[in-house]
């Protein structure tokens, strides 16, 4: 067990945010040659109803930071627990990132993945500055879910399942 505060260890840090369990979501976007892009993010979470906006946060060091910054559009893909590979998968940009993998055009054309627990197609409403990422806000234009799916969590820097411990 770790106790206590450090104001200064960035790894404490990041162990003291990874108390906050999350679900995991891949983001997907178009590139400027109309390339689909996607990467693995936990950072998503909502914020307003009225409008209807979302965030996730973007670190500045990730390989397809340029995409993700200047997209018009994106989609937030909320995982179910089947699909933890697919988190694997989009956290690396090493391959292929779109061959073999189940998914359709969303109204903007951006890749919507086959069997998430919700889909989230937004417009890209705000760009602000996070220190070492950048929080994107997007007003959503569509949306889907279904209500009989196990989410995937993660928690502790680890994947989880509802129920875990
Ligand atoms: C569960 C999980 C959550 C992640 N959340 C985010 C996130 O919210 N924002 C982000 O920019 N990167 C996040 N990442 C990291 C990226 O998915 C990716 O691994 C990172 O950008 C390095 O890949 P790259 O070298 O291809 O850019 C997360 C990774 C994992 C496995």
Sequence with gaps: MQTG????DPREFRSALGQFATGVTVITALDDQGQPRGI???SFSSVSLDPMLVLWSLGRGASAFEVFSQ???FAINVLTLEQQVLSNHFATN???QFKGIACSNGRAGVPVLDGCAA???CETEHRYDGGDHVILVGRVQCF???DDAQPL???GGQYARLGDG
């Design 5 to 8: 505060t450090n104001a200064t």
């Design 40 to 42: 693995t993010a936990n």
């Design 71 to 73: 997209a018009e559009h």
């Design 94 to 96: 090493d391959h292929e």
């Design 119 to 121: 889909v989230f197609e």
């Design 144 to 146: 889907s879910y279904r």
């Design 153 to 155: 969590i993660f928690h």
